[in-house]
């Protein structure tokens, strides 16, 4: 089974100003990548999600991320974040039928 | 389009009482179920899920049980609580096989126990 580990509890960051939130999975094998993101008091949100073909999937809203098998991870990017990005962000793998999340990264997006 | 409701939005419940908690899908058929807990700074717990009506696969060993009566309906319950099943709960269900599917999640449920 996968397992998933992002390594920034909190992430920090200016308006306008880029952002990376870190994830790595454990194993290279069938993997199936998920980010979904939660604003307050609400349920998840699927943000965007790798399955296969090109490494670099692209959400509506700006975000981006990469798959990379070499190094095992599929970190989140954006190259200018807004106030209204401030929220928690979760990474995930398949395990089975269901899926292992990380602990979450809180990006808090200030003026 | 697929929806997923989850009630009670919040929830406060002495230490001993029973929960039930309930989860419904609509706009798809066999869905598979998942209930999970969010506790602070420790990421999405996965409780239970379920492939099928009347099939339940537990995750985790503790005081909660999981029902699936109906074909979307999905149910969380506990005969009595502990301070430590204080969070927030959250189901969600997802389609196809194992792997590449996505899960599409409710609104959750707050729930403190005192």
Redesign the interface.
Known sequence: AQSVTQLD?QVPVFEEAPVELRCNYSSSV?V?L?W?VQYP??????LL?Y?SGSTLVESINGFEAEFNKSQTSFHLRKPSVHISDTAEY?CAA?S?????????TSLLVTP | SQTIHQWPATLVQPVGSPLSLECTVEGTSNPNLYWYRQAAGRGLQLLFYSVGIGQISSEVPQNLSASRPQDRQFILSSKKLLLSDSGFYLCAWGTGLAGGQEQFFGPGTRLTVL
């Open positions: 509890s069938s199936y998920f979904y008091n609400q349920g998840l949100q699927l999600k399955l979760f398949n089975g039928y269901a899926l292992n999340f990380g602990k979450g």
